[in-house]
């Protein structure tokens, strides 16, 4: 589950056949529509579908059904959680939402993370850096490609040191997985910006702004955008 979680931020083999551009339009423009949301009315519940939807597709398409469900176990595991205790805050003196709104701010959250992660499924580490460089910040591209490296690994890590300790010593002892892993997500960290600094990667990279499937992509947010004013009047 959590080796899943990790290659959410991966690039995979797979891509749509897009360009630069349309690539990086895509979760640009499905998080806007998230964050213009506001509340659990019809028409926002709707469009947080269609995002959510939209983002369940891509991804399976990237990644595969079976890699996304099991990807989507513990950031749904972590979103119940959640809503469990909004639930149980009246019981112990605190006021909770309505049904909806909470089941509405799940949902929301859900696309936020989901479209989150599509900036690095769609878009390499090399694009990013060309990105970064051609606006001027050469020292966040680097940053840039340090952190994106090392959280998936980091995840893994955590995923391989809870298994090792479960399997040896239960679920009764699983704090003890904090101190390895922290202790290799430093020595990680270390090694990583040792790399770095001695094999300074290319900023330079090539970025297509056009290719011919991107008329499709245009297309659905030309129309949808059509369709979102006149629900808005």
């Known amino acids: 589950m959590l080796r899943d ?9 797979r891509q749509l056949g897009l360009s630069t551009l349309a690539r990086m339009v895509i979760p640009v423009y499905l998080l806007a529509i998230v964050f213009s949301t506001r509340g659990p009315c019809l028409r ?7 995002v ?8 399976a398409y990237l990644r595969g059904v079976r890699r996304l469900v099991n990807a989507l176990g513990l950031v749904l595991l972590v979103t119940l959680a959640g809503v469990f205790i909004q639930i149980l805050a009246p019981f112990i003196g605190f006021t909770s939402p309505p049904v909806p709104t909470l ?7 859900v696309s936020v993370f989901l479209g989150f992660t599509l900036f690095f499924q769609l878009l390499s580490l090399r694009e990013w850096r060309s990105i970064f460089w051609r606006l001027g910040f050469d020292k966040q591209a680097l ?6 490296i090392h959280l998936p690994t980091t995840i893994m890590y955590f995923s391989e040191a809870y298994t090792t300790v479960r ?8 704090v003890s997985i904090i101190a390895p892993l922290a202790y290799i997500s430093v020595m990680n960290s270390k090694t990583l910006v040792e790399s770095y600094l001695l094999y300074k990667p290319s900023l330079k990279g ?8 991107d008329v499709i992509v245009y297309s659905i947010i030309v129309s949808s955008l ?3 004013l006149k629900l808005s009047f």
């Open 5 to 13: 979680l990790a290659y959410l931020f991966l690039e995979p083999r």
């Open 44 to 50: 926002d519940a709707l469009l947080v579908g269609a």
């Open 52 to 59: 959510l939807a939209t983002e369940l597709g891509i991804i």
């Open 103 to 109: 089941v509405f701010g799940s949902a929301r959250l």
């Open 143 to 148: 940053i840039l490609s340090m952190i994106a």
């Open 167 to 174: 399997l040896k010593h239960g679920a009764r002892r699983l």
């Open 206 to 213: 090539e970025i297509v702004l056009y290719k011919p499937r």
């Open 226 to 228: 059509i369709l979102l």
